[in-house]
């Protein structure tokens, strides 16, 4: 069983930052590929980052390119999530993800067996 709790939410305005962290229980985190979804209210979940178990792999969804930055440090067992230049339609419930056999990056929620509690981003114009 691996337990995922997310941290760093808040409300930010327009143009600012913030950063999420996901802290995992667990001694083999270094063997989880990792990802970051959204759900804005209404909406689908969706793929915000995902990162490989190494961490050399990274990737993003198009809207956040050049703004998200996902990252690992395994000695913590946590994953990242950079936010810079934060937009109104960045506002959603955040959630990190965990996958525990794969060792690539996972775009594909079902894809993903474990899942935290979600943080709220709210950002302000």
């Known amino acids: 069983q691996v337990q995922l709790v997310e941290s760093g939410g808040g409300l930010v305005q327009a143009g600012g930052s913030l950063r999420l962290s996901c802290a995992a229980s667990?001694?083999?985190?270094?063997?989880?590929?990792m990802g970051w979804f959204r759900q804005a209210p209404g909406k689908e979940r969706e793929f915000v980052a995902g990162?490989?178990?190494?961490?050399?792999?990274?990737d993003y969804t198009d809207s956040v390119k050049g703004r998200f930055t996902i990252a690992r440090d395994n000695a913590k067992n946590t994953v990242y999530l950079q936010m810079s230049s934060l937009k109104p339609e960045d506002t959603a419930v955040y959630y990190c993800a965990a996958n525990t056999y794969y060792a690539g990056l996972i775009y594909q929620r079902r894809m993903y067996d474990y899942w935290g509690q979600g943080t709220q981003v709210t950002v302000s114009s």
């Open positions: 667990g001694r083999t985190f270094s063997t989880y590929s």
């Open positions: 990162i490989s178990r190494s961490g050399v792999s990274t």
